[in-house]
């Protein structure tokens, strides 16, 4: 069995440490790091890491797409991807679809973890079509015995508001064990195809739902979309719901390094544990143990 991970906006992310930072000033360091990343990839990546076989489908377009592919083959990840530029060379030039690149800057003077983000440019037009096209195609590839999709994180502008609630409800079809960790209409339009477990972090699941989450709230919204929820948020309790079950769950402190990608990694862990078979709870402790690998390493979304 296998895991399919998607994540529509991909990311190739720079790591900088220093020993501090001055304001006004320049500042080098010579310990930095290239990696491939976006939400989909750190889950494929742990999930790659944990011995779990798993494919991971992706846009790609512009420039940096053979460094993008290039640093996945390092990390021994499998990438199925379409085109996500435009097709002609007088429309390439506005850099359509092209990756984007993020940053992470590691201050050692107050352990602080700072991200820089780039906003994805918008994909060109049929990306989406060829997108499902290929979707499809994996779907119905019987050597892959497809088990579970991911589907992490934004998508890049460009995408309808139609393609997360589409992929959802193929999966569904399918008889895929589908996992969302998604926000926003994403998240809400996707529900009523009854994902099985739902894993946006606190911040995100408050800015969707127009609410803080309140215990029945939450069993509430599980009942209805018949799906289980995790409500992860950072080092804090992790909020859970299982049927009429309500849970809080303490995440042990660990060292932080880089905090970047632990959501992705508590997923992969999470994932790979009902893969074999353990009940929830269990589950979300192994997410909880990858999380915290993954804070203490500089190598964003891993556990080694």
Same mark, same amino acid.
């Given at each position: 069995?296998?895991?399919?991970?998607?994540?529509?906006?991909?990311?190739?992310?720079?790591?900088?440490?220093?020993?501090?930072?001055?304001?006004?000033?320049?500042?080098?360091?010579?310990?930095?790091?290239?990696?491939?990343? !976006? /939400?989909?990839?750190?889950?494929?990546?742990?999930?790659?890491?944990? !011995?779990?076989?798993?494919?991971?489908?992706?846009?790609?377009?512009?420039?940096?797409?053979? @460094?993008?592919?290039?640093?996945?083959?390092?990390?021994?990840?499998?990438?199925?991807?379409?085109?996500?530029?435009?097709?002609?060379?007088?429309?390439?030039?506005?850099?359509?679809?092209?990756? $984007?690149?993020?940053?992470?800057? @590691?201050?050692?003077?107050?352990?602080?973890?700072?991200?820089?983000?780039?906003?994805?440019?918008?994909?060109?037009?049929?990306?989406?079509?060829?997108?499902?096209?290929? =979707?499809?195609?994996?779907?119905?590839?019987?050597?892959?015995?497809? *088990?579970?999709?991911?589907?992490?994180?934004? /998508?890049?502008?460009?995408?309808?508001?139609?393609?997360?609630?589409?992929?959802?409800?193929?999966?569904?079809?399918?008889?895929? $064990?589908?996992?969302?960790?998604? %926000?926003?209409?994403?998240?809400?339009?996707?529900?009523? =195809?009854?994902?099985?477990?739902?894993?946006? *972090?606190?911040?995100?699941?408050?800015?969707?739902? %127009?609410?803080?989450?309140?215990?029945?709230?939450?069993?509430?919204?599980?009942?209805? =979309? %018949?799906?289980?929820?995790?409500?992860?948020?950072?080092?804090?309790?992790?909020?859970?719901?299982? %049927?009429?079950? =309500?849970?809080?769950?303490?995440?042990?402190?660990?060292?932080?390094?880089?905090?970047?990608?632990?959501?992705?990694?508590?997923?992969?862990?999470?994932?790979?544990?009902?893969?074999?078979?353990?009940?929830?709870?269990?589950?979300?402790?192994? !997410?909880? $143990?990858?999380?915290?690998? *993954?804070?203490?390493?500089? $190598?964003? !979304?891993?556990?080694?």
């Amino acid at each position: 069995m296998s895991f399919l991970t998607i994540c529509l906006n991909p990311t190739i992310q720079k790591t900088l440490r220093f020993y501090s930072i001055v304001p006004n000033s320049v500042n080098r360091t010579a310990f930095h790091r290239l990696d491939v990343s !976006g /939400k989909g990839i750190n889950v494929a990546r742990v999930l790659t890491q944990l !011995g779990k076989k798993t494919v991971h489908l992706t846009q790609l377009g512009g420039v940096m797409r053979p @460094l993008f592919l290039s640093l996945c083959e390092q990390d021994g990840l499998s990438v199925e991807w379409v085109e996500s530029a435009a097709m002609t060379a007088g429309e390439a030039s506005d850099h359509t679809g092209e990756i $984007r690149f993020c940053y992470t800057v @590691l201050n050692g003077s107050d352990n602080s973890v700072t991200e820089l983000v780039e906003e994805s440019r918008e994909v060109a037009a049929g990306t989406e079509e060829r997108l499902l096209k290929k =979707y499809d195609e994996l779907l119905g590839d019987s050597s892959l015995n497809l *088990n579970c999709l991911i589907i992490s994180g934004t /998508k890049a502008a460009g995408f309808s508001d139609a393609v997360i609630p589409t992929i959802t409800r193929k999966a569904k079809e399918k008889g895929l $064990r589908v996992i969302l960790d998604i %926000k926003s209409s994403d998240l809400i339009k996707s529900l009523k =195809y009854e994902p099985d477990f739902i894993k946006p *972090n606190l911040e995100e699941f408050t800015k969707t739902f %127009k609410t803080e989450p309140s215990k029945d709230m939450l069993i509430e919204l599980a009942q209805k =979309y %018949k799906c289980k929820i995790i409500l992860t948020n950072g080092s804090r309790k992790i909020l859970a719901v299982e %049927k009429e079950n =309500y849970f809080e769950i303490d995440v042990p402190a660990a060292k932080a390094v880089n905090t970047t990608g632990c959501g992705d990694a508590f997923t992969a862990g999470f994932a790979s544990a009902l893969e074999e078979g353990a009940d929830f709870t269990t589950a979300i402790n192994e !997410g909880i $143990r990858c999380g915290a690998l *993954n804070a203490g390493l500089e $190598r964003p !979304g891993s556990i080694r």
